[in-house]
């Protein structure tokens, strides 16, 4: 019986890592007004006919925190970079002078701080979703294994031991979360 305890144990810890660890993806991709390689990760361009992405077919550098540049290992494709980063919508202006491409990366207004934040709460709330969604699978199984003969107060213990584990995640993610808000607020 202890066995399968543990088992709920770890499962719920696994899913509570793993909110963890998509939070911590989601917010990398929220940018901070500092410019960063991870602002270009989901541009895909057309490499000979396949779609690429971005870091497959160039070298990607911030020389200053207002600059990426983008050096292309074959200089056919400095044209189909500038036009998938264009269409990427990710409001970037790539500036092409025939050897490399130059991204100048706006300062943020109060106003995109802003929703650049609401954006990190809200991932944040998703991740403390999954948490509480974790906690309620480790919890019905707990129930499971109290009608199969589990004693009634190693099953409240059980509980108490999930719900702490829970709290703990939730702590965490209200840490990123205040961090992010730190960086994003920066000016």
């Known amino acids: ?34 410019a960063t390689p991870s ?10 006919g396949s779609s690429s ?3 497959q077919v160039s070298n990607i550098n911030t020389p200053d925190p207002r600059t ?10 400095l044209e ?3 036009k998938a980063i264009i269409n990427s919508n990710l409001g970037l ?15 943020l207004t109060e106003e995109r701080r802003r929703d650049l934040l609401k954006q990190a709460k809200v991932e944040g709330e998703h991740a403390k979703v999954s948490i509480r969604n974790a906690r309620k699978e480790a919890n019905d199984e707990i129930k499971k294994l109290q009608k199969d003969g589990l004693p ?3 099953a409240k213990g059980s509980e108490e031991e999930i719900q702490t584990l829970t709290n703990s995640f939730s702590q965490k993610v ?8 730190k960086d994003i607020m920066t000016v």
């Open 1 to 34: 019986m202890n066995e399968e305890l543990e088992m709920v144990f770890d499962l719920a810890k696994e899913g509570m890592k793993g909110a963890i660890n998509h939070l911590e993806n989601e917010l990398l991709k929220i940018r901070a007004g500092k």
């Open 39 to 48: 602002m270009v990760d989901r541009v895909f361009v057309d490499y000979y």
């Open 53 to 55: 992405p971005l870091s």
């Open 68 to 77: 990426i540049t983008i050096q292309p290992w074959e200089k056919s494709m």
């Open 80 to 82: 189909p970079i500038e």
């Open 93 to 107: 202006n790539p500036q092409n002078n025939g050897e490399i491409i130059l991204i100048n990366v706006p300062a």
């Open 152 to 154: 009634e107060d190693t």
């Open 174 to 181: 209200d840490a990123l979360i205040e961090i992010k808000e």
